[in-house]
């Protein structure tokens, strides 16, 4: 099923689908460090909207970037986050 005919699914069922057939694209992105399904938050605080969250290193204005880096604020329909998250490295294990 596709993201555009998935009219009765729930919000983060079709989060998650708009996340699966996105997220590359968005990977490919400057800054881009991780794609997921979250709550969009608004001026430090989480909302009740369920949103594509796209983290990155460092939020940037979209003046500042390649035109081919901007993220988009919806895609299918769905709401986009970007939330900056530094940069992320693995740890060890036990």
Known sequence: MSAENAGDLSPVQRASLVR???QAELMAKANVVGVGVGYRRVAGKQTDQVALVVMVTEKLP???LAE???IP???DGVPVDVQEVGRLSAQGGL
């Open 20 to 22: 699966a057939a996105h």
């Open 62 to 64: 979209d003046w500042q």
């Open 68 to 70: 081919e880096d901007v």
């Open 73 to 75: 604020t919806e895609i």
